[in-house]
């Protein structure tokens, strides 16, 4: 069984750095698939983007925005994914989820299609 665990959030002004991570054991890390998810107060939770195995081609976003202003990245050695925001804003105040794909998936955007989940961290961005 896969276990994940997100670290990383906080309360941060808008527009400072912030980089989380997601430390992933009982599994070949360099064989899953990780996704970022995220969940704001009274909405659905939403794909930013995630992480799959294919090499150079290996990273993928929730749509174009998202592929602007963030950046994924995997550390296969370390067996972590980790999420970075240049410049949050306060619309991206939300839970923080990762999640893997156990069949590797090349580039799944839906929570089904997701294994197993960490227990989430809360990033709140202060205007």
């Known amino acids: 069984q896969v276990q994940l665990v997100e670290s990383g959030g906080g309360l941060v002004q808008a527009g400072v750095f912030l980089r989380l991570s997601c430390s992933v054991s009982g599994r070949t890390f360099s064989t899953l698939t990780m996704g970022w998810f995220r969940q704001a107060p009274g909405k659905e939770r939403e794909f930013v983007g995630g992480?799959?195995?294919?090499?150079?081609?290996?990273?993928?976003y929730g749509d174009t925005e998202k592929e602007d202003r963030f950046i994924i990245f995997r550390d296969n050695d370390r067996k972590q994914v980790y999420l970075e925001m240049p410049s949050p804003k306060p619309e991206d105040t939300a839970v923080y989820y990762c999640a893997a794909d156990e069949s590797g998936g090349r580039g799944p955007r839906y929570g089904r299609d997701y294994d197993s989940w960490g227990q989430g961290t809360q990033v709140t961005v202060s205007s």
């Open positions: 992480s799959n195995t294919l090499g150079k081609l290996s990273t993928f």
